[in-house]
């Protein structure tokens, strides 16, 4: 039985349509893993009442019509909106909260037949790159090499624990510095972040609304084009998503890259980054030569700044978009002593519904955003921002197509291994992903081999904008030449 | 940039967060380390260039101006931690 949860989202739909499979023989298998998988605390809220009736729904509709997901069990990240079903963002200050609404995201991906598990695990509003800062405590990595328990990474690493522990086919995750492609390179499995405007950011709890995209994080690269066809597409209730049409990602699979111009960026050869990735990085750029690729030496002169960029721009958004979380309309409400007024509310609710990280954050915002300080933090981030963006639009002009670099400068860590780290340590996480959400483009992490311990590691390929089609086929090339297949051995 | 025990209370003010007096030298300690890395920002040159307004070059669009929504008391106070009458409830405000 448990081998179904195994299945990709490709196999799952042509047995599903074939008649060889139903939703709810899948779907009863997937809640079967995820009760026996609490070790990984992954699922934190889990639906398996909507997700038999989805099920039950989606077997009805079976048929040669059927939509592009139906009846396929999927994991949705705390920080999508889902009515009736607690999203609390990680956060103790939306404990309790029930949405009204649905997100624009998981109303298409149950439009298109997807059966909803449960909600995932993610550090508080998407802050942090480990998923230690979640108010439901750490996700564990099913990879592990010894006694220790392995971050999954994050913001979303619940979502990628789920996925790469076979507890779902797929699952949503967001990312605004790198928070699907580092814990999918961590977790050995696949995640795609689009452009942004390319998916509707209505009803995603948002923490720095010009950077935040979701994605889908999958099994393969093939899952991927499946589940982000049905993510993408115009949406109205959001002003930034574009009214572009949605080419056919599945169909764009055609393995040939021949002709195609990959941009290698000299920049990123960072200093203290093991041999172990650089190793991989050149084996990845071999397999695209191998496979008819053009290889181009670049630079990306203002990488070094993305970091700093990011840790004004991220925090200053933030600062603003968490404003609302007051305890007047949502979520948590301090108790309050005599004689307290509104602003001992709002400082204790906030001081009691946020975490450390979120705080630390939200304050820092506050400070580049303060009189005074606006223009040397806040406007010289946004400049140093354009420039960013700009070294990208130069190497696309020399006609390059896509940018193959590592995802990650290391391997999964240990949970807690980072605690007595200054923050600044663990912002290094992204140093490979953040220059992609300065400047808007897609980026998709691979999975492409193991370190000495026999930990997974992943290459980033970055797109050029709204050619997520010829994105998702380059990596789709490079995933068949590196063959990865291993999978973390059972031991939750 | 080191920031002092006082630029901490006033920020956590600011950001109506209340920071218990003992947690503030460990705070601006934190906020010291994040603004030194901000600081390489210093060294570009950012001279006559714009800053980054929207990511993707596009005009947000605008709808027409009419109602389209509405009749939704009961759902929009459905997660408030204090509502009574068909209102949020909180403490006085104006003395």
Request: contains cysteine.
């Amino acid at each position: 039985m448990s081998d179904l949860t195994k299945l990709t989202i490709s196999a799952a739909r042509d047995a599903l349509r074939k008649g060889d499979l139903t939703s709810a023989e899948l779907t009863a298998a997937c809640l079967t893993e995820i009760d026996a998988a609490d070790a990984l605390n992954a699922f934190v809220h889990k639906t398996p009442e909507i997700a038999m009736e989805q099920a039950k729904a989606a077997d009805a509709r079976h048929g040669a019509d059927a939509p592009s997901l139906n009846g396929i069990p999927l994991g949705i990240k705390d920080l999508f909106c889902t009515k009736g079903v607690a999203s609390q963002a990680g956060s103790r200050i939306l404990e309790g909260f029930k949405p009204e609404y649905e997100s624009t995201v998981t109303t298409q991906l149950f439009d298109a037949g997807a059966v909803m598990l449960g909600k995932l695990n993610m550090d508080e509003f998407a802050m942090g790159s480990s998923n230690e800062t979640s108010t439901y405590g750490d996700a564990v990595n099913p990879w592990k090499v010894d006694d220790r328990a392995l971050t999954p990474g994050g913001s979303s690493g619940g979502s990628a624990s789920a996925v790469a522990a076979d507890l779902c086919l797929g699952a949503t995750g967001t990312d605004t510095g790198g928070s699907i492609r580092q814990p999918a390179a961590f977790t050995g499995i696949t995640g795609i972040k689009p452009t942004y405007g390319r998916v509707s950011r209505w009803g995603i709890v948002a923490f720095a609304s010009s950077l935040d995209q979701a994605g889908p994080m999958t099994k393969d690269v093939r899952d991927a084009a499946i589940m982000l066809q049905a993510m993408c597409g115009h949406d109205p209730k959001d002003s930034t998503s574009a009214d572009l049409a949605v080419p056919d990602f599945e169909a764009a699979l055609t393995g040939d890259i021949r002709g195609k111009t990959i941009g290698i960026p000299k920049e990123y050869h960072m200093e203290g980054i093991p041999a172990e990735i650089e190793k991989l990085w050149a084996d990845g750029t071999a397999m695209l030569k191998d496979a008819g690729a053009k290889i181009v030496d670049i630079s990306l002169p203002h990488t070094k700044y993305a970091l700093p960029a990011y840790y004004v721009i991220a925090p200053a958004e933030a600062s603003s978009n968490l404003a609302r979380y007051d305890g007047v309309r949502f979520g948590h409400r301090a108790k309050l002593d005599a004689g307290d007024g509104i602003t001992e509310m709002y400082e204790k609710t906030r001081a009691e519904g946020f975490g450390h990280e979120v705080q630390r954050r939200v304050m820092i915002g506050t400070y580049v955003l303060s009189a005074g300080f606006y223009d040397a933090y806040y406007n010289r981030a946004r400049k140093v921002r354009t420039l960013i963006k700009q070294d990208f639009e130069n190497v696309f002009a020399q006609g390059v197509d896509a940018i193959l670099t590592p995802a990650t400068p290391s391997a999964a860590f240990g949970l807690g291994d980072m605690t007595d780290a200054d923050p600044v340590q663990m912002y290094l996480n992204d140093v490979f992903t953040v220059t992609v959400n300065l400047a808007g483009l897609p980026g998709i992490a691979v999975p492409a081999g193991l370190d000495r311990q026999g930990l997974p590691l992943g290459l980033q390929l970055i797109g050029r904008p709204w050619e997520e089609a010829d994105l998702l086929n380059t990596a789709y090339s490079l995933e068949r030449a590196a063959g990865f297949v291993a999978k973390p051995a059972k031991w939750w | 940039m080191s920031i002092d025990t006082d630029t901490a209370r006033k920020v956590a003010k600011l950001a109506r967060i209340r920071v218990q007096e003992d947690a503030l030298p460990a705070l601006a300690s934190e906020f010291s380390a994040i603004l030194g890395f901000i600081e390489q920002l210093n060294e570009v040159d950012v001279e006559g260039v714009e800053p980054m307004t929207s990511v993707t070059p596009q005009r947000l669009k605008r709808r027409d101006d009419v109602v389209t929504d509405g009749d939704q008391q009961a759902a929009v106070l459905a997660n408030a931690p204090d509502a009574r009458e068909g209102f949020f409830a909180v403490p006085k405000v104006v003395e």
